[in-house]
């Protein structure tokens, strides 16, 4: 039972105490509150693309909007999104998929929630690759699970090894949670890996949010090898939508009537003329070929970053080619990645990710993310190379 202090009617919960900070956010607000006292930081950091959402998409939406398409809708959404999302799966990877086992959410964050709500019992366990998306195990928790943490290997893209995975799998294992391309490494899992961890028993929680954004290489959905399945999935990355707010979750036909209670209960429904807007995402022919010249340039910086680092001094044993990350070994030059980070931005106003934010074993690497312009990338780089060398010299004379 907890205490309640003398004279106090309530007090904060231990769960909400427990609910770690995500860094990645931290840095971002410091270098908001930067701007506002006249600096000009230049964020590397956060996975926000730095592209105006497809005017389709905004023109979809003003028409829904004009129209007074602004009322509730159904709780699972409206039904011309989800059957968008079903042809959309059925074109990219042969998947058939019912819309009534789509819910669409306030992003796919609200849906990690209400997913997990589903799965996971009081003291059942998730699989997770360690380094891992910062957000996972905070649902996790908050739900009442445990986090039982795979390590994954820098020389292996950071991507599961099927026995280590193998090791893990108890009788209180919920789910094994699945993210290709992956935050924060950018890489891809090969299909035939996926295959495998299908075969493992457990049921799979792929998240797809970085699908449509792959460099040279194809991503593959985990329906292609199990069509039962859970997916995450949305509109923020691939469409550049992040303040629309707009994800969905793909579960099998049994899970549908529970998830839609909680999201009656949670959401109601999702805002709606945004929902209009994403049908035009994924049915309005001039949107896919607004995708893929952002994808052409992102690949550009990709590119850029990769041989600048590198050049740099920072290891990297797998290229990524997918999602917009570059997640690099940076143990010649720090063990402490969240000083480092803080006291980059504040010293050379360049903002990255700290791989602690990322779990245990993302201590000693950085994440830089090229979802920025070309412009900031290399400025950024530039004050980064500048800082890295002033710091070489502070350590000569300190020795």
Known sequence: MRKVSKGKTACVTRRAEETKSFIVF?????????????RKPILLSVGEPDFRAPHAVVEAAKKALLENRATYTHSLGIIELREAIAADYRKHYGAKIDPGRIMVCSGTSPAMLMLFGVLVESGDNVILPNPYYPCYPNFIKFLGGKVN??????????????????AKINSRTAAI???????????????????????????????????????GERAHSIFEFDPDAFVLNGFSKRYAMTGWRLGYLIAPKKFMAPLQRMQQNFQISVNTFAQYGAVAALTDPSVEQEVNRMVDILDQRR????????????????????????????????NDTYKFAFDLLEKAEVGVTPGIDFGPAGEGFLRFSYANSMENIEEGLN???KYLADMEEENKHGD
């Open 26 to 38: 931290d840095i971002y607000e410091r270098a908001y509150q930067m701007e506002r006292e006249g």
């Open 149 to 166: 943490l795979v390590d994954v290997r820098e020389e292996d893209g950071f991507q599961y090894r099927i026995k280590d995975l193998k």
């Open 177 to 215: 949670m699945l993210n290709s391309p992956s935050n924060p490494t950018g890489t891809l899992m090969p299909p035939e890996r996926m295959k495998e961890m299908v075969e493992l028993g457990p049921p799979v929680i792929s998240d797809e949010i970085y699908h449509g954004l792959v460099y």
């Open 303 to 334: 590119r850029y970053l990769l041989d600048r680092l590198k050049r740099m001094g920072f290891g990297i044993a797998t290229e990524p080619k997918g999602a917009f990350y570059v997640f690099v070994n940076a143990k010649r030059f720090t």
């Open 383 to 385: 004050r980064l190379e």
